[in-house]
T-cell receptor
Framework: DTEVTQTPKHLVMGMTNKKSLKCEQH?????MYWYKQKAKKPPELMFV???????INESVPSRFSPECPNSSLLNLHLHALQPEDSALYLC??????????????FGSGTQLSVL | AQKITQTQPGMFVQEKEAVTLDCTYD???????LFWYKQPSSGEMIFLIY??????QNATEGRYSLNFQKARKSANLVISASQLGDSAMYFC??????????????FGTGTRLQVTL
């Protein structure tokens, strides 16, 4: 199983809503990532979890709250988002965060629209 | 300073022809890795090929090969025998080893490839 599964695939939410994005992998990877990708732009790193601990937060606003309940799951909790937060949110995983040859496996993403 | 540069916003190639997608990078770290990913309209980022900074030979993966010129800091992707299914956005990315506790994959701006009949 070499898949990273993200749910939901599409999400529309209002600025006062609370929602969560979910990501799951069963490859035994110990590093998991959230990326944000605006239309026609490259992915931008948001968070990195290593061994279920948050190791990188790229100065992401607190309305985005990541959670890693166990080594297979990664959540992104959303609250009071702005329309400019509309984007494709990609989850990725890798074996660990060290060597330069560690490739990331990506999910298909959640297309988020904030109204 | 931009670390990964892809100067071709869009490229066209005829089916069965070869195409080269350009990528240049900037780093002072002697140990780094270079990746190419493909992103079709479905959104998923698909790993294509990897080149390590200490690798002596150019990487190859099926129809994909990487033209690695270390002194020029370039890592161009060559796709041979293009297929219609190759139409997608292609991203060059770099991971530097000496990033402390961080493990960041930095992406270029991408090249949109369109394969025509």
């Amino acid at each position: 199983d070499t898949e990273v599964t993200q749910t939901p695939k599409h999400l529309v939410m209002g600025m006062t809503n609370k929602k969560s994005l979910k990501c799951e992998q069963h490859m035994g990877h110990r590093a998991m990532y959230w990326y944000k990708q605006k239309a026609k732009k490259p992915p931008e790193l948001m968070f990195v979890y290593s061994y279920e601990k948050l190791s990188i937060n790229e100065s992401v606003p607190s309305r985005f709250s990541p959670e890693c309940p166990n080594s297979s799951l990664l959540n992104l909790h959303l609250h009071a988002l702005q329309p400019e937060d509309s984007a494709l949110y990609l989850c990725a995983s890798s074996r660990n965060r060290g060597p330069s040859n560690e490739k990331l496996f990506f999910g298909s993403g959640t297309q988020l629209s904030v109204l | 300073a931009q670390k990964i540069t892809q100067t071709q916003p869009g490229m066209f190639v005829q089916e069965k022809e070869a195409v080269t997608l350009d990528c240049t990078y900037d780093t002072s770290d002697p140990s780094y890795g270079l990746f190419w990913y493909k992103q079709p309209s479905s959104g998923e980022m698909i790993f294509l090929i990897y080149q390590g900074s200490y690798d002596q030979q150019n990487a190859t993966e099926g129809r994909y090969s990487l033209n690695f010129q270390k002194a020029r800091k370039s890592a161009n992707l060559v796709i041979s025998a293009s297929q219609l299914g190759d139409s997608a956005m292609y991203f060059c990315a770099m991971r530097e080893a000496n990033t402390g506790t961080a493990s960041k994959l930095t992406f270029g701006t991408g090249t949109r490839l369109q394969v025509t009949l």
